[in-house]
């Protein structure tokens, strides 16, 4: 089962929009057993909407549309759709009474620029839009499945989750699919897939799929079966996942598609334990995945973002003759920050960071990418020196992973004693 999506809108092309649409929908199609063939971006033109659809049509047994169903006049989808497909406009009193009731919430009046939206081709099925005024339209032609959405995200995703996928389901029969999701950090795709190259190749044996995912400082392994009975694919998938802590243990931290600062943030809500950093070459961006999860607060007490050495001394009471000595990149002065926050903070962990993030500052023997992270806890400091490359945003993100994933490992050696 193919499908293929078309998003609809000069913004996209011009780059004044982020197509995040496209994006969702693979995801779920994908989920669900149907296979996305192609994505493809059109202007607001109806020869390009049409030459994208008649050319999906021949290749694609779904054609998932977002975009170009507002009120305004360079919103054409709807009439483009039904020009092509030989149908007159109608108007539908279902969608007209929603929009109403839609304005009058918000204590407006309907215009008669909005009423039109409630008009649609008279050989289509209306797709409800709970959270907006343009109706979605389904065409079934042909064999075809044709679906028209909003661009606008929020309602998209909820007419496709609530009412079209439901109907594919309906309409095809569609495999039963089971993904796992397996969460690395510290190890990249090459080295990853040479570590695993013999589990692989057993994998294509028992008809699983893997992919990798990369992004910086991590990579996610998932696996993918497809079949008749979902029960059964679990079962296969499940067990060959039980077979890589034996292989790669050591870097992986979930056994489920989540992130590190959610799984290291449980662990310490759990353990009612409490947290804190020190930041210099990271500049926040620890604290800033920490606190971007809900209920942080449960265990995350604060940070310090020291940048320049004055800080260091001001703020954590760094001695500035440890800083000359050594440096602020140094093994010395990132442990003495981590011990420093901890002790300031009350807090039963922290982490500290100190680098060289580029592209400039760095000198033969600490290069740009030199980057010291250090754990303090009750039971000492400990720091490890990473080389990370001379990209600053990507040496950023991969210095608060890897600080991240020596705070996992810390945890994960403390629940073992």
């Not at 009120?71 to 054409?76: E, I, N, S, V």
């Not at 699919?177 to 695993?196: C, F, P």
């Not at 996942?241 to 759990?270: C, H």
Request: aromatic fraction near 6%.
């Amino acid at each position: 089962m193919n499908a293929e999506i078309i998003t609809i809108g000069d913004e996209l092309l011009i780059g004044q929009v982020v197509d995040t649409n496209s994006a969702w929908l693979g995801q779920q199609l994908t989920f669900n057993g149907i296979r996305v063939r192609q994505k493809t971006a059109v202007s607001d033109s109806p020869s390009h909407i049409i030459e994208a659809i008649t050319a999906a049509a021949k290749h694609s047994d779904i054609i998932l549309l977002t975009g170009g169903l507002g009120p305004t006049k360079d919103d054409l989808t709807k009439q483009t759709l039904a020009a092509h497909f030989g149908m007159k406009m109608r108007l539908d009193e279902d969608v007209l009474q929603h929009i109403i009731a839609l304005f009058r919430r918000f204590g407006r009046e309907i215009t008669e620029t909005n009423r039109t939206q409630a008009e649609v081709p008279d050989g289509c099925d209306v797709v409800p839009n709970p959270n907006g005024t343009a109706p979605g339209m389904w065409f079934d032609l042909h064999g075809k499945i044709y679906v028209s959405m909003p661009g606008v995200p929020y309602e998209m995703k909820a007419m496709f989750s609530d009412a079209v996928l439901p109907k594919l389901r309906q309409r095809f029969s569609l495999p039963a699919i089971y993904h796992r999701t397996v969460m690395t950090q510290g190890i990249g795709e090459s080295w990853l897939s040479d570590a695993l190259e013999q589990w692989e190749a057993s994998l294509k044996a028992a008809n699983i799929g893997l992919a990798y995912l990369p992004s910086p400082g991590m990579v996610r392994l998932r696996l993918t079966a497809y079949g008749d009975d979902k029960a059964a694919l679990q079962s296969k998938v499940d067990a060959k996942i039980a077979e890589l802590p034996a292989l790669i243990g050591k870097y992986i931290f979930a056994m489920e598609d989540t992130s590190l600062e959610r799984v290291v943030g449980n662990i310490l809500g759990e353990r009612n334990q409490t947290f804190v950093t020190a930041e210099s070459c990271t500049g926040g961006y620890v604290a800033h995945l920490i606190t971007s999860v809900p209920g942080s607060s449960q265990y995350f007490l604060g940070s310090t973002v020291t940048y320049a050495n004055e800080a260091k001394s001001s703020l954590l009471d760094i001695p500035q003759d440890l800083i000359n000595s050594n440096g602020a990149v140094s093994e010395e002065v990132v442990k003495a920050m981590a011990k420093n926050v901890r002790e300031k903070l009350g807090a039963d962990y922290a982490i500290s960071t100190s680098g060289i993030a580029g592209p400039s500052g760095g000198s033969e023997e600490k290069p740009v990418g030199t980057i010291w992270i250090a754990i303090a806890s009750k039971d000492g400091v400990e720091a490890k020196v990473f080389q990370f490359g001379d990209n600053r945003e990507r040496n950023i993100v991969r210095s608060a992973q890897s600080a991240l994933m020596m705070l996992f490992r810390k945890l994960s050696i403390a629940s073992n004693q």
